[in-house]
């Protein structure tokens, strides 16, 4: 077995030959020539006829992958009419009495070696461009047309670099995975493999002897390994199993409604600790962002987040969903969180010690900092706003003047801002117990059952001595999840779960059963939850017969 680590352009796993693509190298031959005017036309001619071919080949990339990754067709188009380009070659005929090949290999080698050496990271990547465009020319004016991987069995293909045009003439039903030795993230032939869903590595430095044999590319560790064990063999076809999967369930479901067999709905949000994260919400369809743990914004940082750092960050956010809804959760520092210029100090139980909605009362700069931010943030999109670790009213009620202040002195400072519904995290005990008296406050609840499983069972989340009894369906809290539901809507507030139990696709019955409105998951679940709900039938009779639904 052997291993190449290189870097990964596009996830996913491929088990196959390999195949090494070996280009036809235009052997080019420096000649005398006399006649310069016909070599000029001669170049005239095969840059008419190149344009030709790139025509054909931009239409079918149109088809195959777009009009904006078709594009980079139509810059070679162009590029072959650079007056620089065709200055360069025809001063090289006129000067040099030699033949239009030569000359057009040599303008390619001199321009790639301009771009490749400039600090723009953009025209570094043109450099393989006018190569692409030479290598045309010169074989057109060699007789020789364009050739591409003939092979019956689909195959990873493997190449020193690949140009556009080479990639979109492989037969892509045959072609299994892209590696190469060179070639960038941005580049054309990346971006296209990213189109045509191949996973693809490049600066893979394999050996030539690797050539027909079985291999596997890893997408996602950036591997591509020769001649691999039955052991790794097999956990990778598990591996694309799932992939396998996950892709049917982003054909089959993006798009489709979170609606049971017999028509109960749940929303399916998603939940975040930054703005990188967004494009795995959106990928995924989530209906909303459900819980924005904003604390991972300080704890990137080494000094407080100012005001207009936050508030950049929640409207990119809030821009990026284009008004579905943002549930911002404010800081919920401390515990496992711990950020050293808060000062905060050492505590025998920092778990039930000075954290998250503690520190925000207490400290109210830190927090004002924060609240103003997200309301200066609400224009760009429907954004809520939920505090962690409630534990009494009267928190709730110093938290909303605090809001009725910042909105105050928007005001006074002529600031927009819109209406941001406002709720509480569930995640203690307590506030499961006062759930009817914290609707009347709020507009909705957020049942964090990491928080609450602890709190309610004693257990520390974190110590992994205490997994196998750290049991989120122990029906404790299960009972608590219902009369969270029930005193929720009586008081008129929605009610959801963002803790990782709203995941479970065991439970999901019982939720939607319960009443549960919302549930947040991680983005890459969003799918499989929508599967589980689209399958689920609340009036199958086998469910409300089921006796372990008794103890609560
Ligand atoms: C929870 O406690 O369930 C929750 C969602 O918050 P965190 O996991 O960030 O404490
Ligand atoms: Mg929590």
Redesign the pocket.
Known sequence: MQKYNGKSVFGGIAIGKTLIFRKNENQVRRKHITNTEAEILRVDEAREKAKEELQELYEKAVIEVGEQNAMIFEVHQMMLDDQDYVDSVIHMIKTEEINAEFAVASAGDNFAEMFASMDDEYMKERAADVKDISNRLIKILQGNSDSGIQSEVPYILVADDLAPSETLQLDKSKVLAFVTRKGSTNSHTAILARMMNIPALIGVNYDESCDGKDAIVDGYEGALVIEPTIEILDSMKEKQQEDHYKKKLQLELKGKDNVTLDGKRIDIYA?IGSVSDVAAVLQNDAGGIG?F?SEFLYLEKHTFPTEEEQFQTYKAVLENMAGKKVIIRTL?IGADKQVDYFGLEKEENPAMGYRAIRICLNQPDIFRTQLRAIYRASVYGTVAIMY?MIISVDEVKQIKEIVQSIKDELTSQGIPFHDVEQGV?I?TPAAVMISDLLAEEVDFFSI?????TQYTLAIDRQNPKLDPIYNAHHPAVLRMIRMVVENGHKGGCWVGI???LGADTTLIEEFINMGLDEVSVSPNLVLSVRDKVRNTNLSDPTFHSKKSREVY
Not at 448 to 452: E, I, K, V
């Open positions: 939940n819980l743990r919920d962690p995290m995640e964090g059952t990491n928080d609450l963002c803790g990782e």
